[in-house]
C-alpha cells in the first residue's frame, strides 16, 4: 500500500502550534491583535476628514428629527447606528445642560460638526478593530485555528481598512456585517446537515443588512448557498423550496432588509425600482470623474502596492492552489471573493481601494492557510518550524508595516483643509468674495470658513425656489424642503469672521475668469484634485466651459497664485491653491 507523500500531509495540531502551544495563549494573541487593530484605527480621528462622512452624519440627522429619505436606500443601516449615538449625545447633552432644546442641540452642531464626526467614526474604529476579531474567528470555525490568527495579523495591517476606519463612513461597517454573515455560513458548511436553524437565521439576517448597507453584499447568498448544499445527497426542486432552513433563512434575509431600513415596508416598489437602476453605476460617473484604469486592472495594482512583492506572490499562490483545491473551505472563501471581484471590478467609474475591504479578509486567509500548510509541510523540528515560520512573517509584513507606518503618520497633524482655513482667516479680509470650489449643499471637502449673512440668504433664496419650481435635480433628495433648516440654522448663527463664497459645484458651474472679474470676486480658493479632473479630456468633451476655466488659472496674468497648502508627511489632504484677482 502507497504511503502518503508527506508534501500533502498536514496535522491540524501542528499548525495551530505554529501560532500558539495552547488554546489560552491563542486567546491572549487574539486579544492582542484586536487591541493592536482598535489602536490603529482610532489614533488620529481627530485629524480625519472625508468628504462622504457629511451626508452621512446629515442624514443621521435628519432621521432623529423624524423626516425619512424614503428616496435614499444605500448606506441606511450605518445611519440608524449614528441616529442612535446622536440621540444619545442629545440626551447626555440635556442632563448636563449642554443644550436646552432639540433646536438648540442643533445651532450648536450645524457650526462646529467635530463631536458628531468623532462619534461615527469611534464606531467605524470599533467596527473596523471587531472586523479584525471576526477573521481569526472565521479560520476557528472552518478548522483553520493556527491560520487565523496570521490572517488576522495580516488584516490588522490592512491600510485601506485602517484608513476607511478612521472615517464616518459606511465601509467599516459593511466590512463588520460581511465578516458577522459569513461566520455563520462557515459554521454552516462545516456542520453539514446538522446544522442549526440559528445559523441559517443569523447568516440571511446578517446578510440582508449588509445588503441594505451597501449592495455588492449580495454576493453573500452565493457561499450560503454552496455551503447549503454541500453534502446533499440529492438536489430535487421540490426538496430545494420546502427546505425549512432555507425557507428561514431567506425571511430573516427579508427581516434584515427591514432592519436595515424601515422604509421597505413603506415603499416597496420604489425599493425594487431602485434595486432595478443599480447597474448604472457601471455606465455613469460619479462627479464626472472615471479611473485611470478599470476596476480588474486598478484593483491588482492595488494588492501588489497594499501587500508588498512577498506577501502578493503568497496571494497569487494561494488563489492558484484554492482555485484547484477539493477542499470545501477554500471553495467556500472563493465562492465569495470571484463574484465580489467581478462585480467591482468591472466599473470604470466606482473604483477605490476602500471597495476592496470586504474582499481582503477572505485573501489574507488564504494566505494563511497556505503558508501554514507549507510550513508544517517541511520535516524539520518544531522548533525550527516556529523559527522560520516567524522569519517568513517578518518578511511578509515589512511592506504592510512600513506602509501603516506612513498612514498613521499622516493622521498625526492636521489635515490640509484645517490648514487651509486656518491661513484664509488669518490673511484674507472678513467679507471678501470667494469662488471655491466647494460641494452643491454643504460644504464638505473644501476649507471649512463660514459663509457670511449675504452669502447664506443667497443660498437658501435658490434652494427655496429650485424646490418651489421643481428645478432642484437631486434624485436622492438629500436637499428638500426639511433640509432647508440646516441654512436657517446657519444663519442664526453667522461668526463675526465670514465671506460671501459662491461655489463651483464639484467644479462643474463656473464661468469665464472674465466674469468673476466683472463681478467683484477678490480671491479663488482651488482644489488640486478639482483642478486636474476639471482638466481631462474627458471633461472637456462633457463640460467644455468647466475644462477652459481650470485651464485657464495659470496662465491668466489677472490672477496670482499667493499661497499653496500641500499635504505632508504629517498633514493628509488635498493641495490647495488660493489666487487673488489683481486684474
Same mark, same amino acid.
Given at each position: 500500500?502507497?504511503?502518503?507523500?508527506?508534501?500533502?500531509?498536514?496535522?491540524?495540531?501542528?499548525?495551530?502550534?505554529?501560532?500558539?502551544?495552547?488554546?489560552?495563549?491563542?486567546?491572549?494573541?487574539?486579544?492582542?491583535?484586536?487591541?493592536?487593530?482598535?489602536?490603529?484605527?482610532?489614533?488620529?480621528?481627530?485629524?480625519?476628514?472625508?468628504?462622504?462622512?457629511?451626508?452621512?452624519?446629515?442624514?443621521?440627522?435628519?432621521?432623529?428629527?423624524?423626516?425619512?429619505?424614503?428616496?435614499?436606500?444605500?448606506?441606511?443601516?450605518?445611519?440608524?447606528?449614528?441616529?442612535?449615538?446622536?440621540?444619545?449625545?442629545?440626551?447626555?447633552?440635556?442632563?448636563?445642560?449642554?443644550?436646552?432644546?432639540?433646536?438648540?442641540?442643533?445651532?450648536?452642531?450645524?457650526?462646529? &460638526?467635530?463631536?458628531?464626526?468623532?462619534?461615527?467614526?469611534?464606531?467605524?474604529?470599533?467596527?473596523?478593530?471587531?472586523?479584525?476579531?471576526?477573521?481569526?474567528? +472565521?479560520?476557528?470555525?472552518?478548522?483553520?485555528?493556527?491560520?487565523?490568527?496570521?490572517?488576522?495579523?495580516?488584516?490588522?495591517?490592512?491600510?485601506?481598512?485602517?484608513?476607511?476606519?478612521?472615517?464616518?463612513?459606511?465601509?467599516?461597517?459593511?466590512?463588520?456585517?460581511?465578516?458577522?454573515?459569513?461566520?455563520?455560513?462557515?459554521?454552516?458548511?462545516?456542520?453539514?446537515?446538522?446544522?442549526?436553524?440559528?445559523?441559517?437565521?443569523?447568516?440571511?439576517?446578517?446578510?440582508?443588512?449588509?445588503?441594505?448597507?451597501?449592495?455588492?453584499?449580495?454576493?453573500?447568498?452565493?457561499?450560503?448557498?454552496?455551503?447549503?448544499?454541500?453534502?446533499?445527497?440529492?438536489?430535487?426542486?421540490?426538496?430545494?423550496?420546502?427546505?425549512?432552513?432555507?425557507?428561514?433563512?431567506?425571511?430573516?434575509?427579508?427581516?434584515?432588509?427591514?432592519?436595515?431600513?424601515?422604509?421597505?415596508?413603506?415603499?416597496?416598489?420604489?425599493?425594487?425600482?431602485?434595486?432595478?437602476?443599480?447597474?448604472?453605476?457601471?455606465?455613469?460617473?460619479?462627479?464626472?470623474?472615471?479611473?485611470?484604469?478599470?476596476?480588474?486592472?486598478?484593483?491588482?495594482?492595488?494588492?501588489?502596492?497594499?501587500?508588498?512583492?512577498?506577501?502578493?506572490?503568497?496571494?497569487?499562490?494561494?488563489?492558484?492552489?484554492?482555485?484547484?483545491?477539493?477542499?470545501?473551505?477554500?471553495?467556500?472563501?472563493?465562492?465569495?471573493?470571484?463574484?465580489?471581484?467581478? +462585480?467591482?471590478?468591472?466599473?470604470?467609474?466606482?473604483?477605490?481601494?476602500?471597495?476592496?475591504?470586504?474582499?481582503?479578509?477572505?485573501?489574507?486567509?488564504?494566505?494563511?492557510?497556505?503558508?501554514?500548510?507549507?510550513?508544517?509541510?517541511?520535516?524539520?523540528?518544531?522548533?525550527?518550524?516556529?523559527?522560520?515560520?516567524?522569519? &517568513?512573517?517578518?518578511?511578509?509584513?515589512?511592506?504592510?508595516?512600513?506602509?501603516?507606518?506612513?498612514?498613521? &503618520?499622516?493622521?498625526?497633524?492636521?489635515?490640509?483643509?484645517?490648514?487651509?482655513?486656518?491661513?484664509?482667516?488669518?490673511?484674507?479680509?472678513?467679507?471678501?468674495?470667494?469662488?471655491?470650489?466647494?460641494?452643491?449643499?454643504?460644504?464638505?471637502?473644501?476649507?471649512?470658513?463660514?459663509?457670511?449673512?449675504?452669502?447664506?440668504?443667497?443660498?437658501?433664496?435658490?434652494?427655496?425656489?429650485?424646490?418651489?419650481?421643481?428645478?432642484?435635480?437631486?434624485?436622492?433628495?438629500?436637499?428638500?424642503?426639511?433640509?432647508? +433648516?440646516?441654512?436657517?440654522?446657519?444663519?442664526?448663527?453667522?461668526?463675526?469672521?465670514?465671506?460671501? +463664497?459662491?461655489?463651483?459645484?464639484?467644479?462643474?458651474?463656473?464661468?469665464?475668469?472674465?466674469?468673476?472679474?466683472?463681478?467683484?470676486?477678490?480671491?479663488?480658493?482651488?482644489?488640486?484634485?478639482?483642478?486636474?479632473?476639471?482638466?481631462?479630456?474627458?471633461?472637456?468633451?462633457?463640460?467644455?466651459?468647466?475644462?477652459?476655466?481650470?485651464?485657464?488659472?495659470?496662465?491668466?496674468?489677472?490672477?496670482?497664485?499667493?499661497?499653496?497648502?500641500?499635504?505632508?508627511?504629517?498633514?493628509?489632504?488635498?493641495?490647495?491653491?488660493?489666487?487673488?484677482?489683481?486684474?
Amino acid at each position: 500500500m502507497k504511503r502518503p507523500s508527506k508534501a500533502i500531509a498536514f496535522e491540524p495540531s501542528r499548525e495551530t502550534q505554529l501560532t500558539a502551544p495552547s488554546s489560552d495563549r491563542q486567546r491572549w494573541a487574539a486579544a492582542g491583535i484586536f487591541l493592536l487593530a482598535f489602536l490603529l484605527r482610532i489614533y488620529g480621528i481627530w485629524n480625519a476628514d472625508h468628504s462622504d462622512e457629511y451626508n452621512e452624519v446629515f442624514e443621521a440627522l435628519r432621521v432623529c428629527s423624524g423626516h425619512l429619505n424614503l428616496e435614499r436606500w444605500a448606506k441606511r443601516f450605518y445611519l440608524y447606528v449614528l441616529s442612535v449615538e446622536y440621540g444619545s449625545f442629545y440626551l447626555l447633552g440635556r442632563l448636563f445642560h449642554m443644550f436646552s432644546s432639540p433646536m438648540d442641540f442643533a445651532a450648536n452642531v450645524v457650526r462646529d &460638526l467635530s463631536p458628531l464626526l468623532l462619534l461615527g467614526r469611534t464606531t467605524s474604529a470599533f467596527l473596523g478593530a471587531a472586523s479584525v476579531f471576526l477573521t481569526c474567528r +472565521i479560520a476557528t470555525v472552518l478548522g483553520w485555528s493556527g491560520a487565523g490568527l496570521l490572517a488576522a495579523l495580516f488584516f490588522c495591517l490592512n491600510t485601506a481598512h485602517i484608513e476607511v476606519a478612521h472615517f464616518a463612513r459606511v465601509d467599516a461597517t459593511l466590512g463588520f456585517l460581511v465578516l458577522l454573515s459569513f461566520s455563520f455560513i462557515a459554521a454552516i458548511l462545516r456542520q453539514g446537515p446538522s446544522s442549526r436553524t440559528r445559523d441559517y437565521m443569523l447568516a440571511g439576517l446578517f446578510a440582508g443588512i449588509a445588503f441594505q448597507t451597501k449592495a455588492p453584499a449580495i454576493v453573500l447568498v452565493i457561499p450560503l448557498l454552496f455551503a447549503h448544499f454541500t453534502g446533499k445527497a440529492s438536489l430535487q426542486f421540490r426538496e430545494i423550496l420546502l427546505d425549512k432552513k432555507l425557507l428561514c433563512c431567506a425571511l430573516f434575509f427579508i427581516l434584515g432588509l427591514v432592519i436595515g431600513n424601515p422604509a421597505v415596508l413603506a415603499a416597496p416598489r420604489k425599493f425594487l425600482l431602485h434595486l432595478l437602476g443599480m447597474g448604472k453605476v457601471y455606465v455613469t460617473p460619479i462627479n464626472e470623474t472615471q479611473s485611470e484604469h478599470i476596476g480588474f486592472v486598478a484593483y491588482i495594482i492595488y494588492f501588489y502596492r497594499e501587500m508588498g512583492w512577498a506577501l502578493s506572490l503568497l496571494a497569487f499562490y494561494s488563489l492558484c492552489r484554492a482555485t484547484l483545491s477539493r477542499s470545501k473551505e477554500e471553495i467556500l472563501l472563493l465562492s465569495f471573493m470571484l463574484p465580489f471581484y467581478l +462585480i467591482m471590478g468591472a466599473s470604470r467609474f466606482l473604483v477605490s481601494p476602500s471597495y476592496m475591504v470586504p474582499f481582503m479578509p477572505f485573501l489574507y486567509l488564504l494566505c494563511a492557510r497556505h503558508l501554514m500548510v507549507s510550513i508544517v509541510a517541511w520535516p524539520m523540528y518544531p522548533a525550527a518550524r516556529r523559527a522560520l515560520a516567524l522569519f &517568513l512573517c517578518t518578511v511578509l509584513l515589512l511592506q504592510p508595516a512600513h506602509n501603516v507606518w506612513r498612514l498613521e &503618520l499622516s493622521f498625526s497633524g492636521k489635515n490640509t483643509r484645517l490648514l487651509a482655513k486656518e491661513w484664509i482667516e488669518a490673511n484674507i479680509p472678513s467679507g471678501s468674495k470667494i469662488l471655491m470650489d466647494s460641494g452643491k449643499s454643504i460644504n464638505s471637502f473644501a476649507p471649512a470658513i463660514a459663509e457670511n449673512r449675504e452669502s447664506l440668504q443667497r443660498t437658501l433664496a435658490e434652494k427655496e425656489r429650485a424646490l418651489r419650481d421643481g428645478t432642484l435635480l437631486d434624485p436622492t433628495r438629500i436637499v428638500d424642503e426639511h433640509a432647508l +433648516i440646516y441654512y436657517e440654522l446657519l444663519l442664526r448663527t453667522v461668526p463675526e469672521l465670514s465671506y460671501d +463664497i459662491t461655489s463651483t459645484q464639484f467644479g462643474l458651474q463656473v464661468e469665464p475668469i472674465d466674469f468673476y472679474l466683472r463681478n467683484g470676486y477678490e480671491y479663488f480658493v482651488i482644489s488640486q484634485e478639482m483642478k486636474t479632473s476639471r482638466s481631462t479630456e474627458f471633461v472637456a468633451r462633457r463640460h467644455p466651459k468647466a475644462a477652459a476655466f481650470y485651464r485657464s488659472l495659470d496662465r491668466d496674468s489677472r490672477l496670482q497664485l499667493i499661497q499653496v497648502i500641500r499635504p505632508t508627511a504629517k498633514n493628509r489632504g488635498d493641495t490647495f491653491l488660493i489666487y487673488k484677482v489683481t486684474g
